[in-house]
Nanobody
Framework: QVQLVESGGGSVQAGGSLRLSCAASGSALRINAIGWYRQAPGKQRELVASISNEGTTHYADSMKGRVTISRDNAKNTVYLQMNSLKPEDTAVYYC???????????????WGLGTQVTVSS
């Protein structure tokens, strides 16, 4: 299966920037897409951005224009560059992968443990 490890979270003042990383590992499988989600206290988990294996990106309205998702296939790592951060961006940010084994068409999804992002005013 796919293991996902997030890093790069932390505390920053409003207007600041952070770059999150999601390192994926696994064998005999294909990752079709990786997405970044976030969950603030008392709120549902929501999509921030996603990127397909072909590089097609999608951004949710909540952070559109302030985030950029990219991937380094050689390193099996996806990045989320976040700029102009606001206090309402405070949340745990999770990495998610949609994948399948080469030998089986069944789709699977995996989550990382998350990384905390705190934005102070």
């Amino acid at each position: 299966q796919v293991q996902l490890v997030e890093s790069g979270g932390g505390s920053v003042q409003a207007g600041g920037s952070l770059r999150l990383s999601c390192a994926a590992s696994g064998s005999a499988l294909r990752i079709n897409a990786i997405g970044w989600y976030r969950q603030a206290p008392g709120k549902q988990r929501e999509l921030v951005a996603s990127i397909s294996n072909e590089g097609t990106t999608h951004y949710a309205d909540s952070m559109k224009g302030r985030v950029t998702i990219s991937r380094d296939n050689a390193k099996n790592t996806v990045y989320l560059q976040m700029n102009s951060l606001k206090p309402e961006d405070t949340a745990v940010y999770y990495c998610n992968a949609d994948w399948k084994f080469y030998s089986d068409p069944t789709p699977w999804t995996s989550w990382g443990l998350g990384t905390q992002v705190t934005v102070s005013s």
